[in-house]
């Protein structure tokens, strides 16, 4: 598996960026983004169960990441078809406001070593990344425990104060002192 201080892989894949049929399907590529954070996180099926608690929580929060010039990025290795689906079916994931991406050829998922072994999908890894493509931040849950997306914010800003940042600091608490 990749990790901190490793490039993140360059990357080209279908993004469902909305509900809509007509303007459901985005080419994403590492330069779509170029100069924001990067927070890209998978979850292993569409059409389950802890997945869209994840999903929608990246969602609610979607403003608090923006706001510190970073772009959430969802895939797992389903389809965009159905990703789509999933989308218009799910009332929590009908007005994502990032993309959902397909790794249906698990090349990105291979790259970053995040395939499960014996299910033959993503684990349930994040990554934070930062504008130069320098994995920061790397932390993978078992298939069946979701994700504290209020962590992965809290941590992509303890990496932009480029700080020594202790345990429980939160945004506005100052940084650790050296001595």
Known sequence: MLTIGQQF???KLTGVVSSEQSSAFKEITNATY????LVVFAWPKDFTFVCPTEISAFGRLNKEFESRKAQVLGMSTDSDYVHLAWRQSHKDLNNL???M????????????GILHEKAGVCNRATFI???TGVIRHV??????VGRNVEEVLRILDA???DALIGCGWHRGDAPLKAA
Request: glycine share 0%.
């Open 139 to 144: 932390s993978v849950n078992d298939l069946k």
């Open 129 to 131: 990344v930062d504008p």
């Open 101 to 112: 991406l397909s790794d249906i050829k698990r090349e990105l998922s291979t790259a970053l």
């Open 34 to 37: 170029k100069d924001k954070w």
């Open 9 to 11: 892989p360059q990357f």
């Open 159 to 161: 990496l932009q104060t």
């Open 97 to 99: 406001p990032f993309p």
